[in-house]
Each structure stands twice: as C-alpha cells, then as structure tokens.
C-alpha cells in the first residue's frame, strides 16, 4: 500500500470520507461547509498532508479553525466558477470584488462594518480602469454583497449584527457588523509565486521540470491522478501520452480507490471516476429542467449519431486543446494591469496538452445547431409538464444551458455551428425516459 498505508482498516472509510471532503471543499472552516467537517480533517491531519502530497503534488495548510488545501493546476478551466448564493456564476466585476475584499480584510483587524469594507473595495476599485464601486449603483451594490455573502458562507466573515441584503438596499438605512476571521483569510488565497513577478496567467499552473527520471515519472503519474479528480472525464487524447501511459496503468485505479473509495471506470476512450459517494458539487444525470433537458438531449444526439437508417453524420477534425488554452490565456492575461510585461511564451502552456495529431486520428461527429434546435422543441412537446412555462416560452435558453452542462461533463465539445458529440454519450444511447402524471385532487 503507497497510501492510507499508517489508517486502519477500521478508519479507512472515514479517511476516504476525509479525503472527498478536502478534494471538495479545499477550504474548511469552523463553519464551513459544516461543523463537522474541521474535526474530521484535524484527525487524519498527518496522514492526508503526506498522501495528498505525494498521490497529487497538493498541500494541506492548518492554521487556527481554517485546513486549507493547496491545489497544484495545470490548465486553465472555466467549469467552476464561484457562485452567489442564489447559485448565480460570479462574472469579472464580481471576482474584482471578491480579490479586493480579500485585500482589505488582510489590512483589517478583527472586527468590521460593511460600509468600511465597502469603502475601502471603493478606493481601490476607483484606481482600477473600468471598475469603480458606487455606492448609489443598486447593479455595483449587489455585486459587491455577492463578494461579501462568498465570504460570509466560508466563514471568512461571521456576522455579527445587522445585515447586508438590508444594506444593498439601501446603504444610508442598512448597516452590518462581522468579525473577521484572520486565518481563514490568510488561508484563503496562497499563489505558488509572487504576483508582482507574474507574466502570465500560465506562471501558476504547475509547470515543474526535473532532470531525475523517477522525479519525471512521478510527477506525471500526479499529474494522472489529478486529471481523474479534476475532470468528470478524461480522453486519452486530450492528455500527453506520457499522462495516458499512467491513465492505463493498474496502479491509477487502485491508489485512487484506496484514497477515495471511489472506482474508476476505463473505456478504449478514456477513464472516469465514479461517484458513488455524492462527493462532487454537480452531478450528471441531475436533478431540475436544466438537467433532464440534458440528459434527453444526450440521448438524441447519441441515437442521431447511432441511427443506421438516418443520414450519415458528418465528422469532422477536433479543434487543438493547446489552441483553446491558449485563447483562454489570453483572455486572463488581457486583464493584468496595464504595463506589465508578458515575457512567457503562452505555447509552453503545460505539459498535459497533447501536441496537435493529424486529423484522421480525430475526428468526431458535427451535431448541427439546427438538430439541437429541434430535439429541443421535440423534448418540450413530448415532455412538456416536467418543464414550466417559463422553458417553453425561452426554449433557446434551455438548449443552451444544457449543452453547457454537457459539456462541463465532457459529453460535447462546442464548436462553430454546433457541438461535437463525444464517447461519453454512449453511456446514455439506451435510457429511456419518464415522466410522472401529476395527480390532481
């Protein structure tokens, strides 16, 4: 045994149980996400530094009432934003928000007025282009009370009298008061370097380079390993071959069993792991319209493709990886502050993006907007009372938040003119759906 080898068979389970929970919540107050959760960290502390270190190349930090777990990246994604309570995905004004709160809090004591805060994010959004906070905007208000409910969740800050909703409606009527907890702040944001000395977004992801052979492999086979809790798929084809070689290996699917209890499914394709245990934060097959329509979708366009009696779809060469994180560089690079350098070359992104290989080897079948389009309505009017009003009378907004879903789940990838369907549809081509008659008294 490489891991877990000091736990008892009496305690492996709630170790793994441990292990989910950091994998999910990498930030662990005394709060959040539960009470519980601190304690069951604290007790398998020296073990998990270890095993997640060596298993994935991540650091588990413990400071006061905060365990905070370093995460190692490497390659841009945009699948998890941070979200408002009300579920909303943060977008750029809000992120602003939420670094400048983190910025005043380190400069803040233990105690602190919302209004302070706000005034302090103000003076310093003021010095950024384009930013601002006005406190008689209701949009800059909101957004700013998004930042602070992100905080509050955590635990980061604990209220302590009055309320922010009342404030963002009026801030001359409203009035909070929290208590600032000091490590949980600390902890909350530590990048690998300095950020005054970043070029480039690609300076944090983990770019480590060793002349040792066993450092080498060793770091690929973390890299392997990350790649299966990070993706909710992972194609050979979308990793280096060197990550494939270990993706392949025996010795991926027991060393994760035995820090997760979770198994790992292997196709001719790629691997997953599956989740037995409700550890991940969204789930597929899910709950609510956005998820049924998805999974009704991932079933017409796997018989579409399937169909032996219907038109031959049409395939066609899957975009480059390196191109794609590239562009998503530079769109994260585009927001650095205005003169500083970009001296890294965004074509050494990292070393789990394949180079490109010839079309022939992948191509994948092009699903055309106008077919997505159609089984949409198909799946509204043959499905309708599981879908309110308000889906059927936007069914453009439904199609396109479910091939979102889709495609964080890497069942498509989207492309001009439609999406490219991908191996993980299979699992999907049989399922029947039904849908329960609603019982009028």
């Known amino acids: 045994m490489r891991f877990a080898a000091e736990v008892s068979d009496l305690e492996l389970a709630d170790y793994q149980r441990a292990v989910r929970l950091l994998l999910r919540h990498p930030l662990i107050t005394a709060t959040w996400p539960d009470e519980k959760a601190l304690p069951r960290i604290r007790r398998f502390a020296a073990e998990l530094r270890g095993d997640l270190s060596e298993a994935f190349g991540y650091r588990l930090e413990l400071h006061g009432g905060t365990a905070r777990l370093v995460r190692t990246a490497d390659q841009l994604a945009t699948d998890r934003p941070a979200t408002s309570r009300t579920g909303r995905p943060f977008d750029r004004q809000r992120y602003a928000y ?7 809090l380190g400069r803040a004591g233990i105690q602190i007025t919302l209004s302070e805060l706000a005034g302090a994010v103000a003076a310093d959004a003021g010095r950024v282009t ?41 801030p001359d009527a409203g009035e909070a008061l929290y208590d600032v907890a000091r490590d949980a702040v600390l902890a909350l944001f530590r990048p690998p370097r300095v950020l005054q000395h970043i070029d480039s977004a690609t300076d944090l992801l983990d770019r480590s380079l060793s002349g040792s052979g066993n450092a080498e492999r060793r770091a690929t086979a973390q890299a392997a390993r ?18 494939g070689h270990h993706l392949r290996g ?28 409700g550890w991940s934060a969204e789930r597929f097959p899910g709950t609510g ?76 079948p092009l699903i055309t907007d106008s077919f997505l389009r159609e089984a949409t309505a198909e799946i509204l009017h043959r499905y309708g009372p599981a879908f309110g009003a308000a889906w ?16 964080r789940f890497g069942a498509v990838l989207p492309v001009p003119g439609g999406v490219l369907g991908r191996p993980l549809l299979g699992r999907y081509r049989s399922t029947v759906a039904q849908v329960r008659q609603r019982t009028l008294y």
Do not use: M
């Not at 699917?253 to 790992?264: I, K, Q, V, W």
């Not at 292997?266 to 792991?273: D, M, Q, S, T, W």
């Not at 069914?395 to 879903?405: G, H, K, N, Q, V």
């Open 250 to 277: 025996q010795a991926l699917s027991a060393d994760l069993y035995r820090l997760t209890g979770l198994r790992l499914e292997r196709r001719n394709e790629g691997v997953l792991l599956v989740d037995t245990a």
């Open 392 to 407: 059927h009378a936007d069914p453009d907004r439904l199609r396109t938040e479910a091939i979102e879903l889709l495609t």
């Open 130 to 170: 384009g930013l601002g906070l006005d406190p008689d905007s209701g949009a800059d208000r909101r957004a700013f009370v998004d930042a602070v409910g992100w905080l509050e969740e955590r635990g980061v800050l604990r209220l302590a009298d009055g309320s922010s909703s009342a404030w963002a409606s009026d």
């Open 289 to 364: 319209s956005v998820a049924q329509a998805a999974l009704l979708l991932a079933v017409a366009i796997a018989e579409r493709v399937t169909d032996p009696d219907g038109r031959r779809t049409r395939r066609i060469p899957v975009p480059d990886p390196a191109e794609a994180q590239e562009k998503l560089i530079g769109q994260v690079d585009a927001g650095l502050p205005a003169g500083v350098p970009l001296g890294l070359d965004t074509h050494e992104t990292t070393a789990d993006v394949p180079a490109k290989v010839e079309d022939a080897e992948r191509r994948l």
């Open 226 to 243: 990350r790649a299966t809790l990070e993706r909710p798929v992972v194609y050979y084809d979308d990793v280096s071959s060197e990550v």
């Open 98 to 104: 939420l670094s400048l709160c983190l910025a005043a």
